[in-house]
């Protein structure tokens, strides 16, 4: 199958739009026709090397859109199936899936850019084999992906706001239900409002936290969390003491702080925050060589506890139906989350706008 696909094929390059060769589903894989795909900082991240993919690279795991062929001995999928794309691959058998927490899955930490076979169903112009990001590969017209890698949605949800469900939403949502399990009334304080964390703010919100602090260096966002419902906002940009404003603000610190940047400063912030017995919560993916200094003695003294948070903790299966059922009622706002849409062709402008802080989230239409 002929499509278009967005590659990185060189670190600090723009990517670029090339039409590829996308190979039929062998067992255990479907072909997929992609409606959207968002342009998550991740995506980002692998082109600049934060992320260290191996280019060439077909970006994309933010997708929905529509299976058009099954493979050998598939039975849980049929044509016309409406699906999600799963950066997390989840084999169902490994020690963490079978103990409730599939985004930790032995396989899936090993399918960074092929199929969980090690096999690739992508190709070049050339005939040359192209990587495909954490198994998915999906900003393209068609991809082909293991059934361990996609979930299967409500033929009624719309497929543009879906999409985000794949990652972004799921990731930050679920830091606050799954992970950090926000109970009512709580504080909350929300580091970085990009598309993860606006979500995990609307986690927190329908969790029934008190009062959700968001903080960011970008007005035009922090607008955006007080819609997705935070009661406070910082613009941080120029702050001294952030740690001390934010104590002062909340009585005495937070009872949790989502870090959704990246950044091992920022983290120390975040869990500076806290108040005694609270919980910081790492979301953003930072350098591999970011470092984090902590007071050890407070780790004693004050009961404060650090966690990482990996796409949300999430079941995918059953996270991604829940959390476009809250959506269908008015409870989650995906709408708003889209603040501009694209097509194929302009992606090299979607990734720019990313990283220049335009959008919330920015989604490719196919």
């Given at each position: 199958m002929k499509s278009k696909a967005v590659i990185f094929r060189e670190s600090g390059k723009p990517v670029v739009v090339e039409t590829i060769d996308v190979a039929p589903p062998r067992a255990g894989e479907v072909m997929i026709k992609l409606a959207a795909c968002g342009v998550c900082h991740s995506d980002l991240s692998a082109t600049n090397g934060t992320?260290?993919?191996?280019?060439?690279?077909?970006?994309?795991?933010?997708?929905?859109?529509?299976?058009?062929?099954?493979?050998?001995?598939?039975?849980?999928?049929?044509?016309?199936?409406?699906?999600?794309?799963?950066?997390?691959?989840?084999?169902?058998?490994?020690?963490?899936?079978?103990?409730?927490?599939?985004?930790?899955?032995?396989?899936?930490?090993?399918?960074?850019?092929?199929?969980?076979?090690?096999?690739?169903?992508?190709?070049?112009?050339?005939?040359?084999?192209?990587?495909?990001?954490?198994?998915?590969?999906?900003?393209?017209?068609?991809?082909?992906?293991?059934?361990?890698s996609i979930i299967k949605i409500p033929q009624d949800a719309p497929l543009k706001q879906a999409a985000l469900v794949g990652c972004g939403v799921m990731t930050g949502f679920c830091a606050a239900t799954n992970t950090a399990h926000v109970e009512p009334g709580a504080i909350v304080a929300v580091f970085g409002c990009g598309g993860v964390g606006l979500s995990a703010i609307q986690g927190a919100a329908v969790s029934g936290a008190g009062m959700i602090v968001a903080v960011d260096?970008?007005?035009?966002?922090?607008?955006?969390?007080?819609?997705?419902?935070?009661?406070?906002?910082?613009?941080?940009?120029?702050?001294?003491?952030?740690?001390?404003?934010?104590k002062k603000l909340t009585g005495g610190g937070v009872d949790y702080a989502f870090e959704c940047v990246g950044s091992g400063d920022l983290v120390a912030t975040a869990y500076g925050a806290?108040?005694?017995?609270?919980?910081?919560?790492?979301?953003?993916?930072?350098?591999?060589?970011?470092?984090?200094?902590?007071?050890?003695?407070?780790?004693?003294?004050?009961?404060?506890?650090?966690?990482?948070?990996?796409?949300?903790?999430?079941?995918?299966r059953e996270d991604a139906p829940r959390i476009l059922g809250l959506y269908k009622s008015g409870k989650v706002k995906l709408d708003e989350l889209v603040t501009r849409t694209y097509a194929i062709d302009e992606a090299a402008q979607a990734f720019a706008d990313l990283e220049a802080g335009k959008n919330a989230r920015g989604v490719i239409i196919f």
């Open positions: 992320i260290p993919f191996p280019p060439p690279l077909i970006l994309g795991h933010e997708g929905a859109g529509e299976v058009i062929e099954v493979g050998a001995g598939v039975t849980d999928f049929k044509v016309g199936d409406h699906v999600l794309s799963s950066f997390v691959t989840m084999c169902g058998i490994c020690h963490y899936c079978t103990i409730g927490r599939p985004a930790l899955c032995d396989v899936g930490a090993r399918t960074l850019y092929t199929l969980p076979t090690g096999d690739l169903r992508t190709s070049d112009a050339t005939g040359a084999p192209l990587n495909i990001f954490s198994g998915c590969g999906v900003m393209a017209e068609y991809a082909t992906l293991s059934t361990r260096i970008d007005d035009f966002k922090l607008e955006l969390a007080k819609l997705m419902g935070a009661t406070h906002t910082i613009n941080s940009k120029g702050e001294e003491n952030l740690v001390k404003t934010l806290l108040r005694k017995g609270g919980t910081a919560v790492v979301v953003g993916v930072a350098r591999p060589k970011d470092m984090t200094s902590i007071r050890t003695a407070s780790l004693t003294f004050e009961e404060k506890t650090i966690t990482g948070s990996y796409f949300g903790s999430a079941r995918p």
